[in-house]
T-cell receptor, first 115, second 113 residues
Framework: SQTIHQWPATLVQPVGSPLSLECTVE??????LYWYRQAAGRGLQLLFYSVGIGQISSEVPQNLSASRPQDRQFILSSKKLLLSDSGFYLC??????????????FGPGTRLTVT | AQSVAQPEDQVNVAEGNPLTVKCTYS??????LFWYVQYPNRGLQFLLK??????LVKGSYGFEAEFNKSQTSFHLKKPSALVSDSALYFCAVRDGTGNQFYFGTGTSLTVIP
């Protein structure tokens, strides 16, 4: 079965510090990968998605970046955090066209607080 | 452009009563529709989906949803609500060829004992 991991679960970082959040998927190959941010426990904002290694699409211009160094690894980074980067970050994966697919599956999330 | 609307920020229902959480969508082409549930400080959990076939789809925890093409709706329903159903519910759509999912703003469901 497929599983998705995110770490860390919780992070408190000062303004101006760097950020690295990691997401890995097991049990599937060539998934689409996604990073979302959820502010104030409500709507999801798509930040980045990737359809393959090294292929990143950015949805919102900001001081965050994403990379996909391996097929099942997706990393969210920042060189200098802003207060507005605080939120709940969710990684997700999906495939298209296979049995029992189409939907997204989400990781447990990372709660980031920028102080 | 693809979009999803959840017109109710909050739905309250008494335990044991039927519940409905509303969702309407706009998508070019055939829609793939989904419902997710989120408990506090957790990731979203997949509940059910409509891809093709029967308009009434059944999912996890006794939830079901009805696809209505003419009304472009995909309302989530459950015949008898439980207190443990209290959570945040998201409707989402994916167009048939795209890689992106479009989420509604979420509906907070509270089941009152």
């Amino acid at each position: 079965s497929q599983t998705i991991h995110q770490w860390p679960a919780t992070l408190v970082q000062p303004v101006g510090s760097p950020l690295s959040l990691e997401c890995t998927v097991e049990g599937t190959s060539n998934p689409n990968l996604y990073w979302y941010r959820q502010a104030a426990g409500r709507g999801l904002q798509l930040l980045f998605y990737s359809v393959g290694i090294g292929q990143i699409s950015s949805e919102v211009p900001q001081n965050l970046s994403a990379s996909r160094p391996q097929d099942r690894q997706f990393i969210l980074s920042s060189k200098k955090l802003l207060l507005s980067d605080s939120g709940f970050y969710l990684c997700a994966w999906s495939v298209l066209g296979k049995k029992n697919s189409y939907e997204q599956y989400f990781g447990p999330g990372t709660r980031l607080t920028v102080t | 452009a693809q979009s999803v609307a959840q017109p109710e920020d909050q739905v309250n229902v008494a335990e044991g009563n039927p519940l409905t959480v509303k969702c309407t969508y706009s998508v070019s082409g055939n829609p793939y529709l989904f419902w997710y549930v989120q408990y506090p400080n957790r990731g979203l959990q997949f509940l059910l989906k409509y891809i093709t076939g029967d308009n009434l789809v059944k999912g996890s925890y006794g939830f079901e949803a009805e696809f209505n093409k003419s009304q472009t709706s995909f309302h989530l329903k459950k015949p008898s609500a439980l207190v443990s159903d209290s959570a945040l519910y998201f409707c989402a759509v994916r167009d048939g060829t795209g890689n992106q999912f479009y989420f509604g703003t979420g509906t907070s469901l509270t089941v009152i004992p």
